[in-house]
């Protein structure tokens, strides 16, 4: 006589399945809860992403800067960006009680460069924002 088998169970394979995975896998799989492309496809699509980029001229990542900064006025405070930024290299108080903040990048001696001033309310709440940069491009 052959093997019993418990009531509800169906005769088969051992819990590892004809191809060695468990039937917990197996249920996984069916659930959609495994990837169908493998993790290396996904590192190459944002290694692409993110390379589309570094190929954006100077003034399209200063204007990518100018719609961040459009969006932080009225919202963020010296504090942030201290802590984003660190010290600013110049401090200017306004008569209003405001102040004026600038930071400053030169390089390959001053042939390139930024500043960006940032205005506050005297509650230090960001209220307008200047940059400049160069060299610019033709």
Partial sequence: MGKRVARGATPGPSPQGL???SE???LANRAGMHHAHPPSSFAILAMALLLVGCFSSLEQRWERFDEEMRQDIGVKTK??????WENPTKRTT??????????QFRGY???QGWDKS?????DGVLK???????????
């Fill in 19 to 21: 191809c060695g995975k």
């Fill in 79 to 84: 504090d942030y960006f201290i802590s984003e």
């Fill in 128 to 138: 307008e924002f200047h940059r400049d940069y160069w060299p610019k491009e033709n």
């Fill in 24 to 26: 917990r896998t197996d």
């Fill in 109 to 111: 001696g001053g042939a």
């Fill in 118 to 122: 940032l205005t506050f309310r005297p």
């Fill in 94 to 103: 306004m008569a209003d009680g405001g102040s004026t903040w600038t930071w």
